[in-house]
């Protein structure tokens, strides 16, 4: 109910599907000012009908018969035109602008990618690699029907490592227990390539201190390196189960200090020897030097005692594990590695 307000103006669009109904009431006081009558504003184009009855505290009165009545559309005026002249500029400034910074952007990275002799760089992509990196079979290669694995010792990062034997890996020894390590299969061909390449170093030690390579299959799935089996694990583990609290204590006492002595030049004995064939170890600690059977102390093989212990890495750029924790101050901060930063 409208309050002082002599009638309702009720109007329909046409033109829209379904017709839109609006109305408006009017009040004494805006009749009188519009002349005794209503006036509709911003009305868009189209057809209409309008419809008008009085209201009063009273109630409502009946409609009026419709009118029909057409809004044509407004051609542009001088207002539409000067908007128009004033926002194209703008939109062509913005979008050159934009061409500018984007080209900028493009260039600038571009030449980021250049060495400062203008050599364009192009980091290499990691799953490519070139002829020379692929393992070619060797006198060290072992048919893989002479393996055989009898148990798990380790999960590498490479792969699982296992207990097994070998047949005529070792001249004059029929069988021979080795330790065997794999290759997950889901393993990258570089990952596989790098794991053969690192066996590959080893074939060029031949020291009583140096845990030994025996032999390699590469023909096949999974590829397999054969290495000397040092049954009593890592020198690390072996000390700790040696505690009197240790829960896997063998039943033996803490090695004397003249055991302790034996071990160290041992291990001094078979760095000594890397040293002489210029090769840096990068990673001599105790859970990578291995206890034989007869508790010969050797240094490990570079590669199994890794992947073992891996949680005590860290990785570098894609290029291997560095053990921070033990690093040399030199190492750490230039990434280089000597016989003096093994010795540290």
Same mark, same amino acid.
């Given at each position: !109910? ?8 009720k109007? %329909?669009?046409?033109?829209?599907? /379904? ?8 009040? =004494? ?9 209503? *006036?509709?504003? $911003?009305?868009? /184009?189209?057809?209409y009908?309008?419809? @008008? ?9 009946s409609?009026?018969?419709? +009118?029909?009545f057409?809004? *044509?559309?407004k051609?542009?005026?001088p ?6 002249v ?6 062509? #400034?913005? @979008? ?12 600038k990275? $571009?030449?980021?990618d ?10 290499v &992509?990691?799953e ?22 009898? =148990?798990?010792?380790g999960q ?8 097994? +034997?070998?047949?005529? +890996?070792?001249?004059?020894? /029929? ?6 390590k794999? @290759?997950?299969?889901s393993a990258? !061909?570089?990952? $596989?390539?790098?794991?053969? &390449? ?10 009583h201190?140096v845990? =030994?390579?025996?032999?390699v +299959? ?8 054969i ?8 020198? *690390? ?10 829960e896997?204590n063998?039943?033996? /006492?803490p090695?004397t200090?003249?055991? !302790? ?7 001094a ?8 064939n *210029? ?9 990578n030097? #291995? @206890? ?29 594990l ?11 901060k230039?990434?280089v590695?000597?016989?003096? %930063?093994?010795?540290?």
């Open positions: !109910m409208c309050v002082y307000r002599p009638f309702l103006a109007f %329909s669009e046409l033109h829209l599907e /379904p017709p839109e109904v609006q109305q408006e009431c009017v009040s =004494r006081q805006n009749y009188k000012l519009q002349s005794g009558g209503c *006036k509709l504003d $911003r009305l868009s /184009p189209g057809n009908t309008a419809e @008008v009855r009085a209201t009063s505290l009273s109630g409502n009165g409609w009026t018969d419709p +009118v029909m057409y809004i *044509k559309a051609p542009p005026g207002d539409n035109l000067m908007q128009l004033i926002a194209l500029p703008i939109a062509v #400034m913005l @979008v050159i602008i934009s061409l500018v910074l984007m080209l900028y952007f493009f260039n990275k $571009r030449n980021s250049r060495l400062p002799n203008g050599v364009l760089y192009a980091s &992509n990691p490519y690699f070139s002829a020379a990196d692929m393992y070619v079979p060797d006198e060290w290669e072992v048919p893989r029907e002479k393996i055989t694995m009898t =148990r798990e010792l590498g990062s490479f792969g699982m490592v296992y207990e097994g +034997v070998a047949k005529g +890996v070792v001249k004059g020894d /029929p069988e021979t227990r080795v330790a065997i794999t @290759v997950n299969e990258t !061909m570089r990952e $596989r390539i790098e794991f053969l &390449n690192e066996a590959s170093v080893m074939k060029e030690f031949n020291c201190h845990v =030994r390579l025996l032999g +299959v590469s023909q096949g799935q999974p590829t397999l390196v290495m000397e089996l040092m049954t009593r694990g890592d020198l *690390k583990s072996y000390l700790r189960s040696l505690r009197p609290d240790a896997n063998p039943g033996q /006492p090695p200090l003249k055991k !302790m002595t034996q071990m160290a030049g041992e291990i004995d078979g760095m000594s020897y890397l040293n002489a *210029k090769f840096v170890h990068r990673d001599l600690a105790a859970r030097c #291995m @206890v034989a059977e007869d508790y010969t102390v050797k240094i490990g093989d570079f590669g199994m005692t890794r992947d073992i212990y891996e949680t005590d890495y860290y990785r570098k750029g894609g290029k291997g560095l053990p921070v924790r033990w690093m040399s101050p030199e190492s750490l230039d990434g590695f000597t016989t003096h %930063s093994d010795v540290w």
